[in-house]
């Protein structure tokens, strides 16, 4: 819940949830006490800032940030034409709140964003110098005024972090990705092939990737040693850069040497993390870089028919990728799987968070400063 004098606004969640076929609202309960509107209006806004360079380099009037203003709507006292805005079916937690405090102050509110409005992702900086993140950030800000276009003033508004993320839903027919690649080597005969095999295509953050890779050498080199990382592509559309970071890797020479004419087929595991990536630039997040609990971004997602490089804002991707070393001369002989790391469905994949609430039946109120903000998106769908 978040205060504006004598308003406060209860927020069912912090997090815009894309369900990759469409995107769950914030939505909740503004109270307002008494007549202390007078004619006055209270006004959600949600902004998004899109930040593509450090703010310590924007000298001679060069800005290295957008800023959008996407949803600008009326939330009190409610105004049923206001599309967007309020909705004629409540949720079960709007319609306990009512119930809670009472239906005479209180005006139930939801709030959507643009079927196109970017994922939230946060690129860590490498240090704790810079004032703002490069990054897609959303910020709702409820104020009190006369009409949506004015300037709010500070002791009459209020800003609430938020974020908007994608989710994954098992697929009964989820794919087993695989990738083959081979490599003849001059004045050698024969060939080096490697097989790389995951046993599904979407992973979920902070869970392990098991991967089988089969290596075939029927060429007269030998292989000294393997190597396997996860490797996380980002590409920012605002500047149309792109660069990619190892989050996760395992050397092994178990098996090896690998002589002419022999196989191995071997298992490994690796498990990305944001908390063994911690101060390393360029790694793209999910939540802010202080979050103890912020995880890697997801995998950039878009309904069926469109393409992921239409996508806006920063575009996320990952691949496992295996390398064979063959010594010095023989090069090495390297294949790339792309996969899928997403967020669980609530629905199915349920944890209960350790919170600090005030029991009133059996609603939680959650003060925002304590919010564990990558475990609100449990909350959707309740």
């Known amino acids: 819940m978040v205060f504006i004098g004598k308003v406060v606004a209860y927020l069912s969640r912090r997090d815009f949830v894309d369900h990759i076929s469409h995107t769950s609202p914030v ?17 959600a806004r949600v902004t998004v800032t899109f930040r593509y360079g450090r703010e310590e380099d924007e000298v001679m009037g060069l800005h290295f940030s957008r800023e959008m203003e996407l949803v600008n709507t009326q939330v009190a006292p409610n105004n049923n034409n206001n599309k967007g805005s309020n909705t004629e079916k409540l949720t079960s937690v709007q319609e306990r709140l009512v119930k809670h405090l009472g239906a005479e102050n209180c005006c139930p509110f939801s709030v959507a964003l643009p079927p196109n409005a970017p994922c939230s992702v946060i690129l860590d900086s490498g240090d704790d110098t810079s004032a703002q993140h490069l990054g897609v950030v959303y910020e709702l800000r409820l104020y009190v005024g006369e009409h949506k276009l004015e300037h709010p003033h500070r002791r009459s508004s209020i800003s609430v972090a938020v974020r908007k993320i994608q989710i994954a839903r098992p697929h009964p027919n989820d794919r087993q990705p695989h990738a083959l690649v081979s490599r003849g080597f001059t004045l050698s005969p024969g060939k080096l092939t ?16 098991e991967a089988r890779i089969d290596v075939t050498n029927c060429s007269k080199k030998t292989v000294k040693s393997m190597k ?30 690998i002589t002419p004419g022999t196989n191995l087929n071997k298992t490994f595991s690796l498990t990305p993390l944001a908390s063994s990536n911690q101060k390393r630039f360029g790694i793209a997040l999910d939540g802010q870089v202080k979050d103890q ?11 069926a028919g469109k393409n992921v490089n239409d996508a806006l804002g920063i575009i996320v991707s990952y ?6 070393n063959c010594g010095a001369i023989g090069g090495e002989l390297t294949a790339d799987l792309p996969f899928k790391l997403m967020h669980p469905d609530p629905q199915t994949s349920h944890k209960s968070p350790v919170r600090r609430s005030l029991s009133c039946n059996d609603l939680e109120f959650e003060d925002f400063a304590q919010l564990r903000r990558s475990l609100s998106i449990l909350d959707d769908e309740k």
């Not at 309960?29 to 006004?43: H, P, T």
């Not at 691949?319 to 064979?324: F, H, N």
Request: proline share 1%; net charge negative; glycine share 8%.
């Open 27 to 43: 939505d909740g309960v503004v109270v307002v006490e008494g007549d202390y509107l007078r004619g006055r209006k209270v006004f």
């Open 228 to 257: 396997a990382q996860v490797v996380q592509h980002v590409e920012v559309t605002m500047n149309n850069s792109h660069f990619s970071r190892v989050i996760s890797s395992l050397e092994s020479r178990e098996g090896c040497p």
């Open 293 to 303: 609990d912020a995880n890697l971004a997801s995998s950039t997602m878009v309904a």
């Open 319 to 324: 691949s496992l990728r295996v390398k064979l």
């Open 194 to 209: 490697l097989g790389v095999h995951l046993h599904r295509e979407t992973f979920f953050h902070g869970e392990a990737l």
